[in-house]
């Protein structure tokens, strides 16, 4: 177990066995590496906490829950990288923002998770369709606050 200090939630304590590393870090923020991934509320809404950085939270969830024409292909490269043997192993996530009213998915940045070694990587795809702030079109009290 190890536990550490969060703003938003106190102190967490989790199994080290729950924590993602991010080698090569997220995109804005490449010093940091661990994470957990934590319920929100009763959604397909998650929390990625940094382990080692008190105040870095995002909001993310499945992408194709809300965006059903999202597709990804994830290269070769990436899987071998990560160590994804089954694809039924990979979780791909986007990183949601609230600002005001709106809700955006990063859909240009999303998340790969190997869920049975806990790695993971942040790519870039060049789609021209999704950007890293594609609007969500629902109300924000349906998805996070």
């Known amino acids: 177990m190890?536990?550490?200090?969060t703003s938003r939630f106190g102190?967490?304590?989790v199994g080290k066995d729950k924590i993602i590393d991010f080698p090569s870090g997220l995109i804005g923020f490449p010093e940091t590496k661990r994470f957990i991934l934590m319920d929100y509320k009763d959604t397909s809404l998650k929390w990625l906490q940094a382990v080692d950085?008190?105040?870095?939270a995002?909001?993310?969830t499945p992408p194709f829950e809300l965006f059903?024409?999202?597709?990804?292909?994830?290269?070769?490269?990436?899987k071998k990288t990560?160590?994804?043997?089954n694809e039924d192993d990979m979780v791909i996530l986007a990183i949601l923002r609230v600002e005001a009213d709106n809700v955006t998915?990063?859909?240009q940045g999303p998340l790969v998770i190997n869920s049975m070694n806990k790695n993971g990587m942040q790519i870039v795809i060049d789609d021209a369709r999704f950007t890293c702030?594609?609007?969500?079109?629902?109300?924000p009290s349906e998805t996070a606050k």
Do not use: M, Q, W, Y
């Open 53 to 56: 950085d008190p105040d870095i």
């Open 58 to 60: 995002f909001i993310v």
């Open 105 to 107: 998915a990063n859909l």
């Open 2 to 5: 190890i536990s550490f200090e």
């Open 82 to 85: 990560l160590g994804i043997e």
């Open 133 to 139: 702030k594609t609007p969500l079109h629902c109300p």
């Open 68 to 78: 059903p024409d999202f597709a990804i292909k994830v290269e070769n490269v990436t």
């Open 11 to 13: 102190r967490l304590e």
